[in-house]
């Protein structure tokens, strides 16, 4: 009886052996769940800074005569009191750009409240050739006395030379005092002129008016 005990348990026991490895192979390799990537985290785009584009500059073209060619020519028909002329000449170009002809003259002017002016110059230029101009004209300012000047008259946008014959009208706020130089602005026809007068008596009420120049002298300031 210990004996058949002992064999039907031994008997038992290889069963379950026998059994468990059986429901090991049959339930098949364990399969693992993908392996999800964590998202990639792109680096943040950087912007360059935006450049902004420099101011535009005046060019100078064969025509017309460069800031130091100005200064140059003045210096020469000034002489001694030219102190000033370079600063006084670089503010008319940033204002109304590059001359294609200056003037260089001389004028006499007298007014009280009222007042007339007289000149006479070289209108010059780099590829029209020189010319003989007078100008005239009536002036209305809060100014008395007389005065004469040595003058440097800038002209821009001259299409030819004789179309400095008419009238030009003064711009009005374009008087300038610098450096002992007195500067006013006239224009007619996108036609402009500057002229720099040097001197204590520059009588800036004169820009009041307006300034006729013709090729030949006259007393008619009309």
């Given at each position: 009886m210990i004996f058949a005990s002992r064999l039907a348990a031994v008997t038992l026991a290889a069963l379950m052996c026998w059994t468990v490895p059986a429901a090991t192979q049959q339930s098949g390799p364990v399969q693992q769940a993908p392996l999800q990537q964590a998202p990639m985290q792109q680096a943040p785009v950087q912007q360059a800074p935006v450049?902004?584009?420099?101011?535009?500059?005046?060019?100078?073209?064969?025509?017309?005569?460069?800031?130091?060619?100005?200064?140059g020519a003045g210096h020469k028909f000034f002489g001694n009191v030219s102190r000033g002329l370079a600063s006084i000449i670089e503010r008319a170009v940033s204002q109304w750009g590059l001359p294609n002809g200056y003037v260089l003259g001389e004028e006499g002017s007298g007014a009280f409240v009222a007042g007339?002016?007289?000149?006479?110059?070289t209108l010059y230029t780099k590829n029209a050739g020189d010319l003989r101009v007078y100008w005239q004209g009536p002036s209305v300012g809060f100014d008395w006395g007389g005065d004469g000047a040595r003058t440097m008259t800038l002209v821009c946008n001259l299409p030819a030379t004789n179309a400095i014959y008419q009238r030009f009208v003064g711009i009005d706020g374009s008087a300038?005092?610098?450096?002992?130089?007195?500067?006013?602005?006239?224009?007619?026809?996108?036609i402009v002129l500057v002229p720099i007068r040097s001197g204590i008596g520059l009588r800036l009420g004169a820009n009041?008016?307006?300034?006729?120049?013709?090729?030949?002298?006259?007393?008619?300031?009309f």
């Open positions: 450049q902004q584009a420099p101011p535009p500059q005046r060019a100078q073209s064969p025509a017309t005569f460069g800031p130091d060619e100005l200064v007339l002016r007289y000149g006479e110059g300038y005092i610098v450096g002992g130089f007195g500067m006013t602005a006239l224009t007619a026809n996108n009041i008016g307006y300034l006729k120049f013709t090729p030949r002298a006259t007393w008619n300031p």
